[in-house]
């Protein structure tokens, strides 16, 4: 699990799989994640048992934390231990959309992907004309890498799609600014402020970097 003021994630159950079936037969929904809207209860149900000793991705309920509301669902797919690189997806459930779920659920997912799986660079693929999508990853300091041309069917044609990164030096860089936003567990936070009350919007150059070996090291 990790946690921020407001938003959760925690792995994915079984018992979840009722709110992913909304989410995954949603046409609207579907068509940013150039798929099908259609998926039955037992698919889903055959493709998690299917998957759950798969050290190649983690799939997240983002909720409340207060009520444990579900919002929606972020995965790291095709984690490659190798070459320490991920694909990161998120889906916040239409009801929920515009209230800064997205970008805070989003958030705590590409913290686990560098933070916790000590991965090198995470990647996505977005339909250009997403703009909430595309709001939420410049604002978290990802970075246009490619356009793949025609490489979806999308709603009766071929669509262009937009493939954008981050690096784990990027992420080091903003996680400081990130951290005051979503205020998500840090320990590099902690060295600097005993509270949350106490952490300043700081410019991002002010913001210690240093990761945990580093702290420890220095100690
Ligand atoms: C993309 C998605 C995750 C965004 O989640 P959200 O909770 O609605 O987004 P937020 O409320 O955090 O808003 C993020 C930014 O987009 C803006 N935004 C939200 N809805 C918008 C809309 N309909 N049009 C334009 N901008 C919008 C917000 O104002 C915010 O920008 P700001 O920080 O500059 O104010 C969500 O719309 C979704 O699940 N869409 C379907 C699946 C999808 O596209 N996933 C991404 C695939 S790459």
Redesign the pocket.
């Known amino acids: 699990m990790i946690k921020g003021e407001i938003l959760q994630l925690r792995a994915l159950e079984k018992n979840d799989l009722a709110f992913l079936h909304e989410l995954h037969n949603n046409y609207k929904?579907m068509n940013?994640?150039f798929e099908e809207p259609y998926e039955t209860t037992r698919e889903l149900e055959d493709l998690f048992e299917k998957h759950i000793h798969n050290q190649t991705e983690r799939r997240f309920l983002i909720q409340e934390v207060i009520t444990g509301h579900p919002v929606?669902v972020l995965s790291l797919m095709e984690i490659d231990e190798i070459n320490r690189k991920c694909e990161i997806?998120?889906?916040?459930h239409d009801k929920f959309?515009?209230?800064?779920?997205?970008?805070q659920g989003f958030v705590l997912g590409v913290k686990y992907a560098f933070d916790i799986l000590n991965l090198e660079k995470v990647y996505?693929?977005?339909l250009p004309g997403?703009?909430?999508?595309m709001?939420?990853y410049e604002?978290v300091g990802f970075k246009k890498e490619c356009r793949l041309r025609k490489e979806y069917f999308v709603n009766g044609e071929y669509v262009d799609v937009q493939r954008m990164c981050m690096f784990r030096t990027q992420w080091v860089r903003q996680r400081g600014r990130l951290q005051c936003d979503v205020g998500f567990d840090s320990f590099v936070a902690k060295t600097v402020a005993r509270s949350r009350r106490d952490v300043p919007k700081m410019p991002p150059e002010a913001v210690p970097t240093m990761t945990l070996m580093e702290v420890v090291k220095a100690a």
């Open positions: 929904t940013y994640f929606g997806d998120i889906i916040i959309q515009g209230q800064g779920f997205g970008k996505l693929l977005l997403n703009t909430p999508g709001k939420i604002y």
